[in-house]
C-alpha cells in the first residue's frame, strides 16, 4: 500500500523560511514524478513544485519560482521543498503527491498518489 507521509509544517512569520517533507513507502517510486500542491479555504488546489524521481528535474509555479527549492533523497524516499521568504498568500494546506510518469506534472488529477497534508501558517 502507497503511503505518503508529509511533516514540517507550522506556523512561521512572514518573511521566515520552512522545509517540507514527503516519505513515501509502499513502492518503488523511480518512475514517479513527485509533486507539491497546496490548498487554501476556498480555493481550489493548486501546484507549487514537482521533481522527476529519476533524473531530479524540477519544475515551480510562478508564485514560488526563485523562493522555493525542491529535492530528493533517493535512500530515504523523501521529498523536501524548502522555502524561504514566506508571506501570507502562502499560508495554506500543503499536500505532496506521487504520479507515474514525467507529464501533466501540474495537473493535480493526474497524480494517483496523495498525502494527508500539512498546515503551514504565516503571521505578517
Known amino acids: 500500500q502507497v503511503q505518503l507521509v508529509e511533516s514540517g509544517g507550522g506556523l512561521v512569520q512572514a518573511g521566515g523560511s520552512l522545509r517540507l517533507s514527503c516519505t513515501a513507502s509502499?513502492?518503488?517510486?523511480?518512475?514517479?514524478?513527485m509533486g507539491w500542491f497546496r490548498q487554501a479555504p476556498g480555493k481550489e488546489r493548486e501546484f507549487v513544485a514537482a521533481i522527476r524521481w529519476r533524473g531530479g528535474s524540477t519544475s515551480y509555479a510562478d508564485s514560488v519560482q526563485g523562493r522555493s527549492t525542491i529535492s530528493r533523497d533517493n535512500v530515504k524516499d523523501t521529498v523536501y521543498r524548502q522555502m524561504i521568504n514566506l508571506t501570507p498568500e502562502d499560508a495554506s494546506v500543503y499536500y505532496c503527491a506521487a504520479r507515474s510518469g514525467q507529464s501533466r506534472v501540474v495537473v493535480p488529477t493526474a497524480y494517483d498518489y496523495w498525502g494527508q497534508g500539512t498546515q503551514v501558517t504565516v503571521s505578517s
Open positions: 509502499g513502492r518503488t517510486f523511480s518512475s514517479y514524478t
